[in-house]
């Protein structure tokens, strides 16, 4: 079956630290990608996404993925994390084929002290 | 602005009672969704339609009902809320080439 996996559930990290956040998916064909935020209190919203080409990909807020296709992961990063990034993060995979749906990881709920 | 609307934004209500949780958008899109989600779990994809008329179920199954009468409206029903039910509703929709979901800010349901 067509999965998402988000290894952390929990990460808090104090501010300037380095942030990864873990994604792999399941099968092999042809996926687009997306790592979307959620801020307290506010709506769902793309942090970045990948569909073909450079598999290094920037978003907003200094954020940028790398997609390594032989591990079916797409890492989520950043150099330096800011109270201000204190949210839930998700990552989503669309999987082509049968089903053509986007299929979400159980989220990381990140804490940044300051 | 083009934006993707959920009313109510929180809702407590009894056993038993019939609830719609109202979405709708003003960006064009044929495209829309209904998630729900659980505190600490995944979005699990009860709802979907890729235009007018038409309406699918997800991967979870739910007790819950949608139309779509119009492009920019995509209610959605519970006949008989239960407590089971208490969970946060997301909307969300597409762009035509499907390359990215647009999110509603969700509906908190509670059943008592």
């Known amino acids: 079956a067509q999965s998402v996996s988000q290894h952390n559930h929990h990460v808090i990290l104090s501010e300037a630290a380095s942030l990864e956040l873990g994604c792999n998916y399941s099968?092999?064909?042809?996926?687009?990608l997306f790592w979307y935020v959620q801020y307290p209190g506010q709506h769902l919203q793309l942090l970045l996404k990948?569909?073909?080409?450079?598999?290094l990909v920037k978003g907003i807020k200094g954020f940028e993925a790398e997609f390594i296709k032989s591990k079916f992961s797409f890492n989520l990063r950043k150099p330096s994390v800011q109270w201000s990034d204190t949210a839930e993060y998700f990552c989503?995979?669309?999987?082509?084929?049968?089903?053509?749906?986007?299929?979400f990881g159980t989220g990381t709920l990140l804490a940044v002290q300051p | 602005e083009a934006d993707i609307y959920q009313t109510p934004r929180y809702l407590v209500i009894g056993t038993g009672k019939k609830i719609t949780l109202e979405c709708s958008q003003t960006m064009g899109h044929d495209k829309m969704y209904w998630y729900q989600q659980d505190p600490g779990m995944e979005l699990h994809l009860i709802h979907y339609s890729y235009g007018v008329n038409s309406t699918e179920k997800g991967d979870l199954s739910s007790e819950s009902t949608v139309s779509r009468i119009r492009t920019e409206h995509f209610p959605l029903t519970l006949e008989s809320a239960r407590p089971s039910h208490t969970s946060q509703y997301l909307c969300a929709s597409s762009d035509p080439g499907y390359n990215e979901q647009f999110f509603g800010p969700g509906t908190r349901l509670t059943v008592l």
């Open positions: 989503a995979v669309k999987f082509y084929g049968a089903t053509n749906k986007l299929i």
């Open positions: 099968y092999g064909g042809t996926v687009n």
């Open positions: 990948y569909f073909s080409g450079d598999p």
